[in-house]
């Protein structure tokens, strides 16, 4: 199947990623000092279902996964990097919150992330952010006709690697359309030059995950889908889908 969309199809995974970028602000907006992460999980599917979409972490279950995910958004507190399942965690003072969210709208997915601090914002732990959300908008940026992956991915990486953080290993974006991860790979890291092609229609999802110390490695959390940073040091999450188009990049998981 051909990876690259027509603009009416990018236009139906713009309604999708509207429905997810609802969701996520409905999430930031509630995600106060002792509210559980479930509680975020319930308001996420609530906008989701009236929208008319379909939550598309809820109940997926990859070859890679032991079980199947029981969220509807990955809810990663602190050191835990991606895949934290929204249980009955209460959020503290100072907690660096991850939220990562995917909605099927009409058969078209859409997938994005955001990190941000609940309560008092350690400076340290805002610096992390705000360069996940650079790094981030440098692979958009990247995300241009006549670019390859390797720019991209050096655009996301080389931004993360010269501030001094980690990246998480073996981790990255991809594609995405009818199914939420599709071909080709987003590396986070990469090699100018190198890679394939970026087409007009290609539809990604760019994903820059960063770590506090400048370490990449993680390990998995005895619930089978958390992603811990070895380090125990804090991370961050951002993400967004985008169309690569005649006019450049064009990022659909936005209100
Ligand atoms: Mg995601
Ligand atoms: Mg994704």
Same mark, same amino acid.
């Given at each position: 199947?051909?990876?690259?969309?027509?603009?009416?199809?990018?236009?139906?995974?713009? &309604?999708?990623?509207?429905?997810?970028?609802?969701? =996520?602000?409905?999430?930031?907006?509630?995600?106060?000092?002792?509210?559980?992460?479930?509680?975020?999980?319930?308001?996420?599917?609530?906008?989701?279902?009236?929208?008319?979409?379909?939550?598309?972490?809820?109940?997926?279950?990859?070859?890679?996964?032991? !079980?199947?995910?029981?969220?509807?958004?990955?809810?990663?507190?602190?050191?835990?990097?991606?895949?934290?399942?929204?249980?009955?965690?209460?959020?503290?003072?100072?907690?660096?919150?991850? !939220?990562?969210?995917?909605?099927?709208?009409?058969?078209?997915?859409?997938?994005?992330?955001?990190?941000?601090?609940?309560?008092?914002?350690?400076?340290? +732990?805002?610096?992390?952010?705000?360069?996940?959300?650079?790094? =981030?908008?440098?692979?958009?940026?990247?995300?241009?006709?006549?670019?390859?992956?390797?720019? =991209?991915?050096?655009?996301?990486?080389?931004?993360?690697?010269?501030?001094?953080?980690?990246?998480?290993?073996?981790?990255?974006?991809?594609?995405?359309?009818?199914?939420?991860?599709? &071909? @080709?790979?987003?590396?986070?890291?990469?090699? @100018?030059?190198?890679?394939?092609?970026?087409?007009?229609?290609?539809?990604?999802?760019?994903? @820059?995950?960063?770590?506090?110390?400048?370490?990449?490695?993680?390990?998995? +959390?005895? +619930?089978?889908?958390?992603?811990?940073?070895?380090?125990?040091?804090?991370?961050?999450?951002? &993400?967004?889908?985008?169309?690569?188009?005649?006019?450049?990049?064009?990022?659909?998981?936005? @209100?």
């Amino acid at each position: 199947m051909s990876m690259v969309k027509t603009p009416d199809q990018i236009s139906m995974m713009r &309604e999708a990623g509207r429905v997810v970028a609802h969701a =996520l602000a409905a999430v930031k907006d509630h995600a106060d000092v002792g509210i559980s992460l479930k509680e975020l999980d319930e308001l996420a599917a609530s906008v989701i279902s009236d929208a008319g979409a379909r939550p598309a972490f809820l109940n997926y279950h990859p070859r890679w996964a032991a !079980v199947p995910f029981p969220g509807v958004i990955c809810a990663s507190v602190n050191d835990a990097v991606v895949h934290g399942i929204p249980d009955g965690y209460v959020l503290r003072d100072g907690d660096l919150l991850s !939220v990562d969210c995917g909605a099927f709208l009409e058969g078209w997915c859409g997938d994005a992330a955001v990190s941000f601090i609940v309560g008092t914002a350690d400076p340290v +732990d805002q610096a992390l952010i705000d360069a996940t959300d650079a790094a =981030l908008a440098r692979g958009i940026e990247a995300a241009r006709v006549g670019n390859k992956m390797g720019d =991209l991915a050096y655009a996301i990486g080389g931004e993360a690697k010269r501030a001094g953080y980690g990246l998480l290993a073996d981790h990255g974006g991809h594609g995405i359309g009818r199914t939420m991860h599709a &071909e @080709p790979p987003v590396p986070n890291m990469g090699r @100018p030059g190198r890679g394939i092609k970026l087409e007009e229609g290609l539809v990604i999802a760019i994903e @820059p995950m960063l770590i506090l110390g400048g370490k990449d490695d993680y390990y998995h +959390d005895d +619930d089978e889908w958390t992603l811990r940073s070895a380090s125990g040091n804090k991370a961050a999450h951002s &993400e967004h889908t985008v169309a690569i188009t005649a006019d450049g990049p064009m990022i659909l998981t936005l @209100p």
